[in-house]
């Protein structure tokens, strides 16, 4: 599609559920990329993507959190045994391209993680 | 550690009124510095700048870099209430595999 869909807009869990939130990226963009904005602060980086290969994973806490892209599949950003402090929007945002030439980053609309 | 710094954090102006927005940055190996427009949803591309001193426009909008004091800023003319939004601005860094590194955010309100 010519826009980054996220899905779900919302997701509330109970703590120490799992969460699974889905991004599929522009048609035809190689990257994407994962950032977490807790409480309407910075967005701050997670986790890349390089078609089904990770880029990037410097910014993923590894021991709940995880994520894909697999071929013909959306992204996605799994995580177990969600806290409180993981109660943020997610936003997936996809590129042509990721190093060697300038890109902007197209973003999506994010999910909303609620962790009550 | 690489930081962006945003100023002013909110800014509220009247129609018409003239505003510039600020980001100044720390970042190892720099490549390029990108401004968002976010309003309620996905944050909209607005310039991506990656040399000094060439101002980017777009109508109402410009902004420009400065790599030697390391910031830049964002102008928007003749402001109008659909300018209403938070302005983001973020940098990659040379080696950072594409990832960005995003400051907290200016939040603009524009009053009729």
């Known amino acids: 599609g010519e826009e980054v869909a996220q899905t779900p807009k919302h997701l509330v869990r109970g703590e120490g559920q799992k969460a699974k939130l889905y991004c599929a990226p522009i048609k035809g963009h190689s990257y994407v990329f994962w950032y977490q904005q807790v409480l309407k602060n910075e967005f701050k980086f997670l986790i890349s993507f390089q078609n089904e290969n990770v880029f990037d994973e410097t910014g993923m806490p590894k021991e709940r959190f995880s994520a894909k892209c697999l071929p013909n599949s959306p992204c996605s950003l799994e995580i177990q045994a969600t806290k409180l402090e993981d109660s943020a929007v997610y936003f997936c945002a996809s590129s042509p391209t990721g190093q060697g030439t300038y890109n902007e980053q197209f973003f999506g609309p994010g999910t909303r993680l609620t962790v009550l | 550690e690489d930081k962006v710094v945003q100023s002013p954090l909110s800014l509220v102006v009247h129609e018409g009124d003239t505003v510039t927005l600020n980001c100044s940055y720390e970042v190892t190996n720099f490549r390029s510095l990108l401004w968002y427009k976010q309003e309620k949803k996905a944050p909209t591309f607005l310039f991506m700048l990656?040399?000094?001193?060439i101002e980017k426009k777009s109508g109402r909008l410009s902004s420009i870099l400065d790599k030697k004091e390391l910031f830049s800023i964002l102008n928007i003319t003749a402001t109008q209430t659909g300018d209403s939004a938070v302005y983001l601005c973020a940098v990659e860094a040379r080696g950072s595999q594409g990832n960005l590194i995003f400051g907290k955010g200016t939040k603009l309100s524009v009053k009729p």
């Open positions: 990656t040399s000094s001193g």
